[in-house]
C-alpha cells in the first residue's frame, strides 16, 4: 500500500541545534515531494518542494531537504533551529499517477527551547 | 491577493445534525482540495475538485459526505447526520494546474 512515514512525532531542540527529521515514502514509479510546515494557529505552509532535477532542495527559512531514491526518502535539515521554528512539519507525496492529489505523514511536532 | 478562505473556523454540531464547510480557493484557481486530519493523525485526502466536476473522491466516506465546487461560488463540503467520529479539522487547498496548493486554515467541526 501507498503510505508516507514520518519517523519522529515529537523533537525537542535546544536554540542552534541540528535538526532533521525523517521522511520514508513506499510508492512505485515518480513521485512529487514535499515538506510543509504548520506553526501554531495557523495554516499549512509549503517549505520546500521536489519534482526533478537537483535531489538537494533549499526552501524557505534556511530548510532544505534531499531527495534519495534509492532509499525512498526526503529527510528534512536545518543546520541551526531558532525558536521560532517551533511548529508542526508534515512530509508528502504526490505519486503522478494519482492526479495532484497529496498523500500526508502522520507529522512531527518540533519545539524548540531558548 | 487573499489566500484561501474557510469558514466558518469552529463549528459545532449535535449528532444528527448537518454540516457545511465552505471554502473559497485563492484568486484564479480552479482546482479543491479536501483533507480531514483527525487528532494525533496526518492529513488524509478527502477530495479533488475542478469546477463543477469532481474528479477524484476515492478518500471520501461512502455515507453521508458529500462536495461540491459549483460555477459561482465557493466549494461545499457537506457531512450528513454528524456522529461523534466526524469531529476532525477539515482543510482545504486551491491550486491552478499542475501547480502547488495552498492551504486554508481549516474547520475544527466538533460533534457532541
Known amino acids: 500500500a501507498q503510505s508516507v512515514s514520518q519517523h519522529n512525532h515529537h523533537v525537542i531542540l535546544s536554540e542552534a541545534a541540528s535538526l532533521e527529521l525523517g521522511c520514508n515514502y513506499s510508492?512505485?514509479?515518480?513521485?512529487?515531494l514535499f515538506w510543509y510546515v504548520q506553526y501554531p494557529g495557523q495554516h499549512l505552509q509549503l517549505l520546500l518542494k521536489?519534482?526533478?532535477?537537483?535531489?538537494l532542495v533549499k526552501g524557505i527559512k534556511g530548510f532544505e531537504a534531499e531527495f534519495i531514491k534509492s532509499k525512498f526518502s526526503f529527510n528534512l535539515r536545518k543546520p541551526s533551529v531558532q525558536w521560532s521554528d517551533t511548529a508542526e512539519y508534515f512530509c508528502?507525496?504526490?505519486?503522478?499517477?494519482?492526479?495532484?492529489?497529496?498523500?500526508f505523514g502522520k507529522g512531527t511536532s518540533l519545539l524548540v527551547t531558548p | 491577493n487573499a489566500g484561501v478562505m474557510q469558514n466558518p473556523r469552529h463549528l459545532v454540531r449535535r449528532r444528527g445534525q448537518e454540516a457545511r464547510l465552505r471554502c473559497s480557493p485563492m484568486?484564479?484557481?480552479?482546482?479543491v482540495y479536501w483533507y480531514r486530519q483527525l487528532p494525533e493523525e496526518g492529513l488524509k485526502f478527502m477530495v479533488y475538485?475542478?469546477?463543477?466536476?469532481?474528479?477524484?473522491e476515492s478518500g471520501m466516506p461512502k455515507e453521508r459526505f458529500s462536495a461540491e465546487f459549483p460555477k459561482e461560488g465557493p466549494s461545499i463540503l457537506r457531512i450528513q447526520q454528524v456522529v461523534r467520529g466526524d469531529s476532525a479539522a477539515y482543510f482545504c487547498?486551491?491550486?491552478?494546474?499542475?501547480?502547488?496548493?495552498?492551504f486554508g486554515q481549516g474547520t475544527r467541526l466538533t460533534v457532541v
Open positions: 487547498a486551491s491550486s491552478q494546474a499542475g501547480e502547488e496548493a495552498f
Open positions: 510508492y512505485g514509479g515518480t513521485v512529487n
Open positions: 521536489y519534482f526533478s532535477g537537483d535531489p
Open positions: 508528502a507525496v504526490n505519486a503522478h499517477n494519482s492526479g495532484y492529489a497529496l498523500n
Open positions: 484568486k484564479g484557481h480552479s482546482h
Open positions: 475538485l475542478q469546477k463543477e466536476n469532481i474528479i477524484d
